[in-house]
Each structure stands twice: as C-alpha cells, then as structure tokens.
C-alpha cells in the first residue's frame, strides 16, 4: 500500500495551495464545482464588443458594439476561465483570464462593486492556475482594454500546482513530458495542436473525395511485419499466446484490398520499441493508403 506524503514534506506552493483549498472546504465553498456560472465564452465575447480609440478609422460590423476608452455599458455577462495574470492592489484588483483556446479577457473587481468579503476572499483564495466565474458588466477600461466590471465572483477549480514563469521560456524536455502546460503557456502550442486536427481532417476529405474507404486495423497481432523495426511484445492470458503492438498497419491493409476493397487507407498508431529523442518516439501516426488497379 502506498504511504501518503506528509502535507509538510511538500514544496511550499503546493502546501500553501492545499491549504487554500481546505480552506475553502472548510468555509463551505465547493473548490470544484459541478457547474458554475458562464453565460458567453471570451471569445464570443470579445465578437460581440471591441474598444477604439476616438481618433481610430474603423470598419464597422453588423451586430459588433464598438466602445470609447473608458466607455461603461449595462451589459451583464457571465464568463469563466484560468486565471494567469492578477495584480491586487488595495481597493481595485485586475484579473486576466484565459479560456481553452487561448482568448484573453481583463476583469476588474472593484470594493465598490463586490464588496469587502468579496474582494478579501479573491485577495486571499485565488492563485495564478485557478478556474475562476466572473459575472459582470462589460466596459472598456480607462487604457483601452476590453474588461468584465465584476460584481461577483466564483472558485470554479482550485490548481494545486502553480502554473511555469510566463516570461521563461520551458525547456523542450518539459514541453514534451507535460503537454498540458505547454498548451496553457504557449500559444505556438495551441496553434500547432489545432493545426493538426485541421490537416488530418482535409487529408480525410480528400482521400474519400477520390474514392478511398478508411478502416482499422488491428493493433495486437500474432505476426509483427510491414516495417524492420523491434516491437512490443506482451502476452494474451485468454489465448494463452504472446502479441505484438503493431509496428506497421501494411499487411492488414493489403488483405483489405486483396478482400475487393480497391482503394484503402489508415490513420493509425504504431509502436516500435527503439530510440528515442526529439524527432522520434516510440508511438507515433502514420498515414498508409492502398489501391489497386493503378
């Protein structure tokens, strides 16, 4: 059985984290919601309102409001998002929250506005990580920033880790072993990651534009072929015979064609148990297709 760590043997940021969030269990707020309030993604948020300067020539757009420096408006919105920036000061405190895909947005909790328990529980509760709903007005600060005028706030979920220094740059080793990080950090990350998914999905359309079926293959085989590589071996305890992960998809594929399915093709994972560095790993995709006839 596994001994737990003793909370005092934790790093300090991960203590005083734990902390907080027993805290907050012991005050009665939930630290991590089932749901919470999130009326407009920042994103739509920032399609629906843009701040411009007086003397700005813009090109306006149907269904856009379009706010002055220092511009209030009724509008109440709900928004949520990982906090990665905040600055308190005493009676006025500055937020940036951050939402999957990287869209930004500033929100302001002013004394005034939510209050003295309020604004001391922000102050003492919430760390740069955190998950936090933000309702509000939307208004456009004094310096031009599209913000939320909070009149409440909620915990939505407590980080216990704290997020890597925005202005350092991660080591490629810590990009590649915590890829979440990377994507919270780096926008290059994100784009990359969507980039993807876009490239697999039009190489898709366009193979079945011309014709070609996708199938899958199987991943455990008896035989291992199609490539020279060493495979991962295991072991069926019900057929009572060892497997190998797949170190190509091509012999399947071949049988597919050979079974009258003329043109053919996989997006598949494969494992070779070889090196490993930066530009290889020992899972990784491929791309195979298969007609006959020319």
């Known amino acids: 059985m596994t001994e737990q760590k003793n909370p005092q043997d934790l790093p300090e940021q991960l203590r005083i984290r734990r902390e907080k ?17 999130r009326t407009v993604s920042l994103r739509d948020l920032r399609a629906k309102f843009e701040v411009v300067g007086e003397d700005a020539d813009v090109d306006k757009r149907d269904g856009v409001t ?20 905040m600055r308190n000061t005493g009676k006025l405190c500055f937020a940036t929250l951050q939402d999957g895909d990287g869209t930004q947005l ?7 506005e939510v209050g003295q328990e309020a604004l001391d ?3 003492a509760d919430v760390d740069l990580g955190d998950f936090v709903s933000v309702r509000g007005r939307v208004i456009a600060s004094r310096r031009g920033e599209l913000s939320i005028m909070a009149s409440s706030w909620q915990m939505a979920a407590k ?13 490629e080793d810590t990009r590649v072993r915590h890829r979440y990080t990377d994507l919270i950090m780096r926008e290059q990350a994100r784009t990359n990651a969507m980039t993807r998914i876009k490239v697999m999905r039009a190489l898709r359309n366009h193979l079945e534009g011309e014709g070609f079926v996708e199938v899958e293959t199987p991943m455990l085989q008896t035989l291992h072929g199609g490539a020279a590589a060493r495979p991962f071996e295991t072991r069926s305890n019900a057929l009572d015979i060892d497997l190998y992960l797949r170190i ?25 148990n070889e090196g490993v560095d930066s530009s290889h790993s020992p899972e990784f995709a491929m791309l195979e297709t298969y007609q006959a006839w020319g």
Do not use: H
């Open 21 to 37: 969030r027993q805290k907050l269990i012991d005050a009665g707020v939930e630290p991590y919601p089932v749901a919470v309030d």
């Open 106 to 112: 500033q929100a302001m909790l002013s004394l005034a």
């Open 248 to 272: 190509a998809p091509e012999l399947f594929l071949k049988r597919c064609v050979v079974g009258g399915i003329d043109k053919v093709f996989e997006v598949n994972r494969n494992f070779r």
């Open 121 to 123: 529980s922000w102050k």
């Open 66 to 85: 379009y706010l002055a420096p220092g511009e209030e408006t009724d509008v109440e919105v709900a928004v949520a998002g990982r906090l990665i920036f």
């Open 159 to 171: 980080a216990l880790r704290p997020l890597p220094v925005a202005f350092a740059d991660m080591s």
